[in-house]
């Protein structure tokens, strides 16, 4: 189990190392935040060691410096199965009526990919779904239809047992159940945006 210390240590050298890539690009805290949608503030603290940050975030500022999360976290492959058992998931908190969102895998900041099961109750919409720059997505109707409406105006219908594979530039914004009965399915994002899944936490 990992104890205060290390995390600590663990954030001071990730802040370490975004401060001096941030540098050697010549990019300041203001460029940095306007590229990514992340406060100075917020940005100062983790370059400080003093402010954890969750994987998809890292992940937007790690893209605006042109490195990937490997470079920044010395991540090695997971070795062996890790199983999240049901009895420990915990729902996503999500404003949205008749939305329920559960991560399905563990808490570990070295995971590539965040899949994460979705259950939307008729006529339940998602609107201004939260788009990262250079996230893959990949999504799998268990029972029910949804319809996903790209950042392109798109709009993509779904039924039970159709999948959907959006690459980086088809970034989805909406989604919604217009059927009369409630939709499940799979979605991955790779890197993760969803789920608990934070750097020292």
């Known amino acids: 189990m990992t104890n205060d210390g290390e995390i600590k240590l663990h954030l001071e050298t990730l802040g370490g190392r975004l401060r001096r890539l941030r540098n050697d690009r010549g990019h300041s805290l203001v460029e940095v935040a306007s590229g990514t949608g992340l406060s100075t503030s917020f940005l100062s603290l983790v370059e400080n060691g003093r402010s954890d940050i969750s994987t998809g975030r890292l992940y937007r500022v790690a893209h605006f410096l042109g490195v990937g999360l490997a470079d920044l976290l010395d991540m090695d492959a997971p070795s062996g199965p890790h199983v999240a058992r049901r009895e420990e998931r915990v729902a996503v908190a999500i404003p949205a009526e008749g939305l329920r969102l559960h991560p399905l895998s563990d808490d570990r900041a070295s995971l590539t990919m965040g899949p994460v099961h979705i259950t939307l109750e008729p006529g339940?919409?998602?609107?201004?779904?939260?788009?990262?720059?250079?996230?893959?997505?990949?999504?799998?109707?268990?029972?029910?239809?949804?319809?996903i409406t790209l950042h392109s105006g798109k709009t993509v219908p779904l039924g039970e047992g159709?999948?959907?594979?959006?690459?980086?530039?088809?970034q989805p914004v909406r989604s919604a159940n217009t059927g009369d009965s409630r939709a499940e399915a799979i979605w991955v994002v790779s890197p993760p945006?969803?789920?608990?899944?934070r750097i020292g936490g």
């Open 124 to 147: 339940c919409s998602v609107d201004d779904l939260p788009a990262v720059a250079g996230t893959e997505h990949f999504g799998f109707v268990v029972s029910g239809s949804m319809t």
């Open 193 to 197: 945006v969803f789920g608990p899944a």
């Open 162 to 170: 159709d999948s959907v594979y959006l690459a980086p530039d088809d």
